[in-house]
T-cell receptor, first 111, second 119 residues
């Protein structure tokens, strides 16, 4: 399966702290994307990093990609209660462009 | 800006009944994806359509079928419903453009989902 494996499955932090979650995958990718899902809602695209990129920033989000280790990390800095959600990584395979989701990390930010 | 519209948002059915979910993609998007997400699970790809033709098939049961119409909206038909079909069903769309082109590697835009409960 191409699906990414996410680590940790759940994370609980205090408001203002940083949250880091990791995603590992198995095959060659064109890009890797991170999505956020509030409970029972649709997934919202956060950031996309291409296979030739190593790091990308968007506001309080920082994504890294290590293609040699087939892994990516998402860092949320200065977390807020509104960041409470599940975060999914999704990989787009380089041979057929198929997008597959990983299992997700549930982040709880305590006020 | 227009988003992906799904209907109905909530649906309750009995076992062995039939259900139909509808998806209206973002205007000008030519590709539609259906995902199923069980409680606490990651989204599982069911099926996708590009320019009204089935483009990829995932873990969609034989009891389910889907199609994309001339106006690009899509419908997911589910028959002989089972308790295990209770889930959130998401539709997503994107503009793919030329098959194999770089446009088909971008982000997906998701609808808010249709929650199906089978009793």
């Amino acid at each position: 399966s191409q699906q990414g494996e996410e680590d940790p499955q759940a994370l609980s932090i205090q408001e203002g702290e940083n949250a880091t979650m990791n995603c590992s995958y198995k095959t060659s990718i064109n890009n890797l994307q991170w999505y956020r899902q509030n409970s029972g809602r649709g997934l919202v695209h956060l950031i996309l990093i291409r296979s030739n990129e190593r790091e990308k920033h968007s506001g309080r989000l920082r994504v890294t990609l290590d293609t040699s280790k087939k892994s990516s990390s998402l860092l949320i800095t200065a977390s807020r209660a509104a960041d409470t959600a599940s975060y999914f990584c999704a990989t787009v395979r380089s041979n057929d462009y198929k997008l597959s989701f990983g299992a997700g990390t549930t982040v709880t930010v305590r006020a | 800006a227009a988003g992906v519209i799904q209907s109905p948002r909530h649906l309750i059915k009995e076992k062995r009944e039939t259900a139909t979910l509808k998806c209206y993609p973002i205007p000008r998007h030519d590709t539609v994806y259906w995902y199923q997400q069980g409680p606490g699970q990651d989204p599982q790809f069911l099926i996708s359509f590009y320019e009204k033709m089935q483009s990829d098939k995932g873990s969609i049961p034989d009891r389910f079928s889907a199609q994309q119409f001339s106006d690009y909206h899509s419908e997911l038909n589910m028959s002989s419903l089972e308790l295990g079909d209770s889930a959130l069903y998401f539709c997503a769309s994107r503009f793919q453009g030329k098959v194999g082109g770089t446009a088909n590697t971008g982000e997906l835009f998701f609808g808010e989902g249709s929650r199906l409960t089978v009793l």
